[in-house]
């Protein structure tokens, strides 16, 4: 449950819910900073007009606190405030790096090449070029990556031994695909691209259920998805099993988490599973999840919840049946091996992090008969 309500792991809600869910304390965007940094960077936030230079130190630390969107933001209007030949290379280089956090090498190698142009030491010149050239081979521009890494001299500048490794190398490394660009709201369309290769089960779109738009101000991307983690809700009050009383019930687990005083993007998992077999869609794929517990927890980790207490109860049969339809749909579309199918509990484990059982020790043999869905 949320810091707010001040128990352990869940979606929950104040009055209405408890269990598990959102994540076990940590909100989302709020990686711990050093105090001094989180002190000059709320002066700076404060501050209302900033120069160029002081954007800059802004937009450094969104970086380097993950916050890419708003990073990306302060990066231009420091671009367009006025900067000094290595503020404007810093500010390149930065671009570049939001632009890898979503994927997007072909933006990441054109801010690259930008900053390369920008630069006037020749170290931070082919820093610049090796990120490029980096970001062309992960985009699978191999050959462009080969004429980049060409035009580079100085060869102990950052990145190009990682780079000649790649290029070298025997080892194949496969190039990490493109994400889509665009993002748009309200469809199951909003999901980071898959296989296709299967089709996906029948899901409650968020406008059926009249989900209120993302805050994308404080949505991190989800980038390619690698892994998958399963919850309980384990709500106080119990739900009902109508679709109305299951739309009311995902408005109120929004709310808890966006709603007044509370600071999250969105619902914090991607898709919900109710006890009559319906799936339900959460948080649109394209943003990070806020589930797991901590923001490395969350990282392209797609989570889903079951209504339910497994530490109390079963899942019913339906639910196991659209659960395993979605997580091999899941598993298929983003090529999650079975390795990478978990119950909170065991990213608890892998992060330490703190919070009630979830999803539940009832749960143990169905994550296993999951794994065994999966297959891989
Ligand atoms: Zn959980």
Known sequence: MLKWFGTACAAGLALVLSGCAGSSATP???????AGTAARRDQLLAKGTLTGVEALELAEMQLADRSFI??????????????????????RMGLGKCDESRLQWASAAIHYAEAANAAVPPVDRDAARA???????????VDRARKTRAAIVVTSAKGVSELDRLLGGTAKVAPIPEAPAGVRTGTLAVRPKGTGRQTPPKIVTRSEWRATPTI??????MGQPTRLTLHH?????????SFADVAERMRAYQNGHNGAGHFWADIGYHFVVDKQGRIWEGRPMAYQGA?????????????IALIGNFEKEKPTAAQMKATTDLVVWLASEYRIGAARVYGHEDLKKMYRLKGTKCPGDNFDPYLKRLRDAVGR
Do not use: C, M
């Open 291 to 303: 589930h797991a517990g901590s923001d490395a927890a969350n990282a392209q980790n797609i989570g």
């Open 28 to 34: 989302e965007r709020a990686e711990p900073v050093k």
């Open 70 to 91: 708003a990073a990306e933001a302060t990066y231009w209007s420091a671009l367009t405030r006025g900067l000094d030949a290595r503020g404007a290379w810093r500010a």
């Open 131 to 141: 990120a490029q050239a980096l970001a062309e081979f992960r985009g699978g521009n």
């Open 233 to 241: 809700t384990a709500d106080v009050k119990p739900v009902g099993t």
């Open 216 to 221: 994308i101000r404080r949505t991190e991307p």
